[in-house]
């Protein structure tokens, strides 16, 4: 399932990270890989804030849609 339909306080690990190259780059550098452990902090007007390798990121619904957790 997409990272956009997860609750609040569960952790994942990721999957797979869809998108173009330039999109799995960007994220890549953010910390978001297939196999590392995400949760959501919080989700606001449908932007995401999650917590990835001990960092907290905000990422936009866009964005978060092609994380698969």
Not at 4 to 33: C, D, P, S, W, Y
Not at 50 to 61: G, L
């Amino acid at each position: 399932m997409p990272l956009t339909m997860a609750n609040q306080g569960e952790h994942f690990l990721i999957k797979k990270i869809n998108g173009t190259e330039e999109v799995r780059r960007f994220l890549g550098n953010l910390g978001f890989v297939a196999g590392a452990e995400v949760s959501v902090i919080s989700k606001i007007s449908g932007n995401v804030i999650v917590q990835v390798k001990e960092s907290r990121v905000a990422i936009s619904k866009e964005m978060a849609q092609k994380i698969i957790v």
